[in-house]
T-cell receptor
Framework: RKEVEQDPGPFNVPEGATVAFNCTYS??????FFWYRQDCRKEPKLLMS???SGNEDGRFTAQLNRASQYISLLIRDSKLSDSATYLC??????????FGAGTRLTVKP | EPEVTQTPSHQVTQMGQEVILRCVPI?????FYWYRQILGQKVEFLVS????????KSEIFDDQFSVERPDGSNFTLKIRSTKLEDSAMYFC???????????FGNGTRLTVT
């Protein structure tokens, strides 16, 4: 089983849609979780950390389910500028970060 | 906002040559990382570095690779005897603490011909 696994997509949605991504991780001892976004040929940029109680930042909501070992990202009212690849990042045993392969999102007018 | 800087932005080298990729992490960060991303593929962990030594390395990080923090600011990745399959984007990252988010540099695109 891969350390961090994501639905590869692509997700093609119209502007204003709500879209959700899931990510599963294999190491039950993982402690830190993040969502990054990556634009084509650019570096990954932190979108948000994921906390146990779930957290929201504007149109973005992240959830963590430790029992099932998955995290999710919900984007509401999607914008054209949300088009990117979304990377799930999980801290490994010694807290070094491991990336999922990413989920590609395209928001269309 | 402080940022991680990487040089050069693009490096072209011939197979068998050595390259050094340079990074200046954010000044108060203590943990440093190198990742690589082959075009169209996932971001892959290479190595992490803390307290002047490697804390973890992946299977990719074999004897061909080495890292160094030669002074208080630079963090370098050396690739000896480059191979065609080393062509990729190499990202440096740093973080304040072990479980803090990573801050990435813009990357160095390495092309081995």
């Amino acid at each position: 089983r891969k350390e961090v696994e994501q639905d590869p997509g692509p997700f093609n949605v119209p502007e204003g849609a709500t879209v959700a991504f899931n990510c599963t991780y294999s190491n039950s001892a993982s402690q830190s979780f993040f969502w990054y976004r990556q634009d084509c040929r650019k570096e990954p940029k932190l979108l948000m950390s994921v906390y146990s109680s779930g957290n929201e930042d504007g149109r973005f909501t992240a959830q963590l389910n430790r029992a099932s070992q998955y995290i999710s990202l919900l984007i509401r009212d999607s914008k054209l500028s949300d088009s990117a690849t979304y990377l799930c990042v999980v801290a490994s045993n010694n807290n070094d970060m491991r990336f999922g392969a990413g989920t590609r999102l395209t928001v269309k007018p | 906002e402080p940022e991680v800087t990487q040089t050069p932005s693009h490096q072209v080298t011939q197979m068998g040559q050595e390259v050094i990729l340079r990074c200046v992490p954010i000044s108060n960060h203590l943990y440093f990382y190198w990742y690589r991303q082959i075009l169209g593929q996932k971001v892959e962990f290479l190595v992490s570095f803390y307290n002047n030594e490697i804390s973890e390395k992946s299977e990719i990080f074999d004897d061909q690779f080495s890292v160094e923090r030669p002074d208080g600011s630079n963090f370098t990745l050396k690739i000896r005897s480059t191979k065609l399959e080393d062509s990729a984007m190499y990202f440096c990252a740093s973080s304040e603490a072990r479980d803090s988010p990573l801050h990435f540099g813009n990357g160095t695109r390495l092309t081995v011909t």
